[in-house]
């Protein structure tokens, strides 16, 4: 089945730590995204990717880092530049428009997302 | 302008009611209207769309009504059950399946059985 995952589910971090968070998709979809949600905050766009080797900010960058060496793998790192991780990161793939037939049902597939611990 | 802003922030319905949550944009340049369904612990999932040339668009006991002047839309469910409890999110985007989707800050609908 096609979907997109994200791995780990749980991960914690301590103090000045990097850590990689995963996020693969099967879907064929060139554009590529990484939200962070906290309670009551909705969903933040973190950094985005449209196309391979191609990346831009979201809202709240400052102490994100991604790469986009494949078309299939977006991958999300959080630098110790980041001063409150803490949170759940959920990944999400889209369709370009000459991948998609009906626009009104066009939308993002998301990942079951990560959660992010400091320790 | 970028803004879309979502009410209520959370929602207590008997089942067999009816669910109604609000979102209000500013952009007059969005073309694209998604509602997504998050269950805890779990990522989004799209619920239902509409774009700005309907006034509403049904799927099941969900429905969306749009109204293009207003610059507002709402999700209705029908008939709510138990196993409708999660957070909604409405959506907007411009520029047809290019532009990024701007969020609500979300619902979280709780329906008693």
């Known amino acids: 089945d096609g979907g997109i995952t994200q791995s780990p589910k749980y991960l914690f971090r301590k103090e000045g730590q990097n850590v990689t968070l995963s996020c693969e998709q099967n879907l064929n979809h060139d554009a590529m995204y990484w939200y962070r949600q906290d309670p009551g905050q909705g969903l933040r766009l973190i950094y985005y990717s449209q196309i391979v080797n191609d990346f831009q900010k979201g809202d709240i960058a400052e102490g994100y880092s991604v790469s986009r060496e494949k078309k299939e793998s977006f991958p999300l790192t959080v630098t110790s530049a980041q001063k409150n991780p803490t949170a759940f990161y959920l990944c999400?793939?889209?369709?370009?428009?000459?991948?998609?037939?009906?626009?009104?049902?066009?939308?993002?597939?998301f990942g079951s997302g990560t959660r992010l611990t400091v320790v | 302008q970028q803004q879309v802003k979502q009410s209520p922030q959370s929602l207590i319905v008997q089942k067999g009611g009816i669910s109604i949550i609000n979102c209000a944009y500013e952009?007059?340049?969005?073309?694209?209207f998604p509602w997504y369904q998050q269950f805890p612990g779990k990522g989004p999932a799209l619920l239902i769309a509409?774009?700005?040339?309907?006034s509403e668009k049904k799927e099941g006991r969900f429905t969306i009504s749009f109204n293009k002047s207003a610059k507002q839309f709402s999700l209705h469910i029908m008939d709510s059950q138990p196993g409708d409890s999660a957070t909604y999110f409405c959506?907007?985007?411009?520029?047809?399946?290019?532009?990024?989707?701007?969020f609500g800050k979300g619902t979280k609908l709780s329906v008693k059985p």
């Open positions: 959506a907007a985007s411009h520029g047809g399946s290019q532009g990024n989707l701007i």
């Open positions: 952009n007059t340049a969005f073309d694209y």
């Open positions: 999400a793939s889209r369709a370009n428009i000459g991948q998609q037939v009906f626009a009104a049902n066009y939308g993002y597939t």
């Open positions: 509409i774009r700005p040339d309907v």
